[in-house]
């Protein structure tokens, strides 16, 4: 899932434009068949901040884990990274969620 020019702040898409996605990445190359409902985007190369936790029990553990995400991400210093996030249209803002292998949020950042 990927949300595309996340607005500051943004935890839920209550009433705010935002486009958002669900899909896989595929060779750039890719000519095959799209299916129904779906679109192809070139997503460019960039610079990009991960948070992420290991694999986890679903049942369990998922909103623990959600939680500690975000908190990470709340109290993450950019000013003290030399790092801003990249809110540039069209940048993208990936979110992975796999319990086997891991919970990811990848941000696009900018140098400051």
């Not at 299916?35 to 694999?55: C, I, Q, R, W």
Request: proline residues 6%.
């Amino acid at each position: 899932m990927a949300f595309i020019s996340e607005p500051e702040g943004r935890i839920c898409s209550w009433g705010i434009p935002l486009a958002e996605a669900y899909g896989v990445r595929l060779p750039w190359e890719y000519q095959g068949p799209v299916p129904d409902g779906m679109l192809l985007m070139d997503v460019d190369e960039g610079t990009y901040l991960v948070f992420e936790h290991g694999p986890f029990d679903f049942e369990r553990e998922n909103s623990l884990v959600e939680a500690k995400i975000e908190k990470a991400m709340a109290e993450f210093d950019y000013a003290a990274s030399g790092y801003e996030l990249d809110k540039t249209q069209g940048r993208v803002f990936y979110f992975y969620h796999d319990c086997q292998r891991f919970w990811k949020y990848v941000r696009p950042v900018k140098k400051v």
